[in-house]
C-alpha cells in the first residue's frame, strides 16, 4: 500500500505533468489537501513535505483540527455547505470559504469577519453539474454577475474566484464541458473587471480535466489521503 509520501510524490508529479502538457505555468495549480476525513497526523505529515493549504467540509472537526495545528501557520479553506448561523465560526477561523451560493452568507461572513483580520478569501460556487443536491447558483452569466457585484462591495471579504463540482459518474467528457463551462464564467467576469485569481475545480478523480479547462485550485481527498480510515460518526449532525 503507497503510503502518504508516495501519495503526495505522486499527485504533485502529476500536477506538474498536467500543468506542461497543457501549456500551463509550471506552478500555476494549487493543491489544496482536502483533509476532511483525515487525521492531524495525516495533516502533520503532508505539511511536512511542504503542503500549506488544507480543506474542511465539517465545521466542528474542522476546528479542533486547527486549534491542534497552530503551530503549523497552515492556511484553511472551508469546502462544505454553509449555515447562516455558523457564519461566525467560519469567519473568524478560516481564511478562505469556497460555497458561497447566496448574498446573505457573505453578508454575514463579511460582518464578522474580525476587524484585526485580513479580508476573507470567497469563492462563488456555481452549479455546473445539473445535481441540484450540489448546491451553487445556476450557470446564468446574468446571475453571476448580480452576485459578484454585490459581494466586491462588502468590506470584509474578498471575492478570489469561481468553484464548480462535474457531477459524479459523469465522463471525462462531460467534464471537460462542465468545467469549460465554468472557465467561460470566469473569463466573463474579468473581462467586466472583477480581477478573479482563482478557478477552483477538479478532485481526485477529474484533476487533469480540470487542469486542461484552466482550474487554478485542485481540490484532492482520496488520491493523497487514500480512502477514509473509518466513518466519523459525528458527519452529519457537524455537517454545514
Ligand atoms: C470531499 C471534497 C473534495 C475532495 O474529493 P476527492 O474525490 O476525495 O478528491 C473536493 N471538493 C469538495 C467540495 C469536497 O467536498
Not at 67 to 77: R, V, Y
Not at 176 to 195: D, P, W, Y
Request: glycine share 10%; charged share 20%; net charge positive.
Amino acid at each position: 500500500m503507497p503510503n502518504i509520501s508516495d501519495r503526495f510524490n505522486l499527485v504533485s508529479r502529476q500536477l506538474r505533468q498536467t500543468e506542461i502538457e497543457q501549456g500551463r505555468q509550471p506552478g500555476s495549480v494549487r493543491l489544496l489537501a482536502v483533509s476532511k476525513y483525515h487525521s492531524v497526523s495525516d495533516i502533520r505529515h503532508l505539511a511536512a513535505l511542504g503542503q500549506r493549504h488544507f480543506g474542511e467540509s465539517y465545521l466542528q472537526d474542522a476546528l479542533t483540527k486547527m486549534a491542534e495545528c497552530e503551530d503549523l501557520n497552515l492556511t484553511w479553506h472551508f469546502i462544505g455547505r454553509i449555515q447562516k448561523n455558523k457564519c461566525g465560526a467560519l469567519a473568524s477561523h478560516f481564511h478562505w470559504v469556497h460555497g458561497i451560493d447566496r448574498l446573505i452568507i457573505a453578508q454575514r461572513l463579511s460582518r464578522q469577519r474580525p476587524a484585526n483580520m485580513p479580508p476573507l478569501n470567497l469563492c462563488i460556487q456555481v452549479n455546473i453539474s445539473d445535481e441540484p443536491a450540489k448546491g451553487g447558483i445556476p450557470p446564468d452569466p446574468t446571475g453571476l454577475l448580480e452576485l459578484s457585484t454585490a459581494i466586491s462591495q462588502l468590506p470584509q471579504v474578498r471575492l478570489r474566484g469561481l468553484m464548480g463540482m462535474a457531477a459524479a459518474g459523469a465522463t471525462a467528457a462531460e467534464q471537460t464541458a462542465a468545467f469549460g463551462q465554468l472557465h467561460t464564467l470566469f473569463a466573463g467576469l474579468n473581462r467586466a473587471g472583477f480581477g478573479l485569481d482563482t478557478l477552483s475545480m477538479g478532485m481526485s478523480g477529474d484533476y487533469p480535466q480540470a487542469i486542461a479547462a484552466g482550474s487554478t485550485l485542485v481540490r484532492i481527498g482520496r488520491a493523497l489521503f487514500g480512502p477514509p480510515a473509518e466513518p466519523r460518526p459525528n458527519h452529519q449532525s457537524a455537517k454545514l
